[in-house]
């Protein structure tokens, strides 16, 4: 059985920094690209940050440059994102994403979300 399982998320005041944890099961990790989407109210899910499977090659949404850093253990199947300097506009549900595209065929598998709030 696939899951994915975000933590770490919660109510923390602009400035301040979280730190999420999806951990990943059922499925051969390493093998998967790995993603951060986000989903605020009222709009559309949007990629907030990407790593590679081989390679840990990163790729980062505008939003997050500079503020956010994705990494992953493929020992442990987790995948991570240390947000830093949090906004009120941060403010969304936190997606955790596997991809693996073989031929044709995409395989994909999403978590649950963690909510992230960032307000005083």
């Known amino acids: 059985q696939v899951q994915l399982v975000e933590s770490g998320g919660g109510l923390v005041q602009p400035g301040g920094s979280l730190r999420l944890s999806c951990a990943a099961s059922?499925?051969?990790?390493?093998?998967?690209?790995m993603s951060w989407y986000r989903q605020a109210p009222g709009k559309e899910r949007e990629l907030v940050a990407s790593?590679?499977?081989?390679?840990?090659?990163?790729n980062y949404a505008d939003s997050g440059e500079g503020r956010f850093a994705i990494s992953r253990d493929n020992a442990k199947n987790m995948v991570y994102l240390q947000m830093n300097s949090l906004k009120p506009e941060d403010t969304a549900v936190y997606y955790c994403?596997?991809?693996?595209?073989?031929?044709?065929?995409?395989?994909?598998?999403w978590g649950q979300g963690t909510q992230v709030t960032v307000s005083s």
């Open positions: 994403n596997a991809v693996k595209q073989i031929l044709f065929v995409t395989y994909e598998y």
């Open positions: 059922g499925f051969t990790f390493s093998s998967y690209a």
């Open positions: 790593i590679t499977s081989i390679g840990g090659a990163t």
